[in-house]
């Protein structure tokens, strides 16, 4: 089946700092990528579409600036926390999709980040 | 009114018992659903989905729609201990270009 390979894992980065996190689909092309973020006990809040070759599409609320998206192949999605915070400790998941069937969502495996 | 609700439990069954986990939407447009189980620190993996009202059965998980209720089940039979995961509601409207909600999980401990 396919897969998503989320890496890293873990890191701990200091405050102020930028943390680049891959989302890459392993044996599948994935013109659509998103990015999750799950508080403990929460559901995934989607954070935005990532779309190969143009621009991230965003949801409300999430800072476009803070949060930089980059999906420049078919294979691989990247999400930058720029000056991060404390405050962006968080559980990131990505998500890909194979082919057009909604039930071909598949999930990395998650980044725990942690904002020291 | 959020637009899905989960009882986040947690819950604790002894092995072998059935377990029903459950999640409310408030939106009649939401048409598609499906159940993920995630362990701790993963991300979620796909159990089932459907479309439609009725009960749908994958081995030991049946998944049931009631869309005049707005509510969705999640049947485990015969629950292992390797059941023990987080479970999230999906559910989407039936526009392939929405994106999907989730409900918050319910946490299940099924213990041996």
């Known amino acids: 089946g396919a897969v998503v390979s989320q890496h890293p894992s873990r890191v701990i980065c200091k405050s102020g700092t930028s943390v680049k996190i891959e989302c890459r689909s392993l044996d599948f092309q994935a013109t659509t990528m998103f990015w999750y973020r799950q508080f403990p006990k929460k559901s995934l809040m989607l954070m935005a579409t990532?779309?190969?070759?143009?621009?991230?599409?965003?949801e409300q609320g999430v800072e476009k600036d803070k949060f930089l998206i980059n999906h420049a192949s078919l294979t691989l999605s990247t999400l930058t926390v720029t000056s991060a915070h404390p405050e962006d400790s968080s559980f990131y998941i990505c998500s890909a999709r194979e082919g057009v069937g909604d039930h071909g969502y598949t999930f990395g495996s998650g980044t725990r980040l942690t904002v020291v | 009114q959020k637009e899905v609700e989960q009882d986040p439990g947690p819950l604790s069954v002894p092995e072998g018992a059935i377990v029903s986990l459950n999640c409310t939407y408030s939106?009649?447009?939401?048409?598609?659903f499906m159940w993920y189980r995630q362990y701790s620190r993963k991300g979620p993996e796909l159990l089932m989905y459907?479309?439609?009202?009725g009960n749908k059965e994958d081995g030991r998980f049946t998944a049931q729609v009631d869309k005049s209720s707005k509510y969705i089940s999640l049947f485990i039979r015969d629950s292992q201990p390797s059941d023990s995961a987080t479970y999230l509601c999906?559910?989407?409207?039936?526009?392939?270009?929405?994106?999907?909600?989730f409900g918050p999980g319910t946490r299940l401990s099924v213990l041996p």
């Open positions: 939106n009649s447009a939401f048409q598609y």
């Open positions: 999906a559910i989407r409207p039936n526009n392939y270009g929405q994106n999907f909600v």
């Open positions: 990532s779309n190969e070759g143009s621009k991230a599409t965003y």
């Open positions: 459907t479309y439609s009202s």
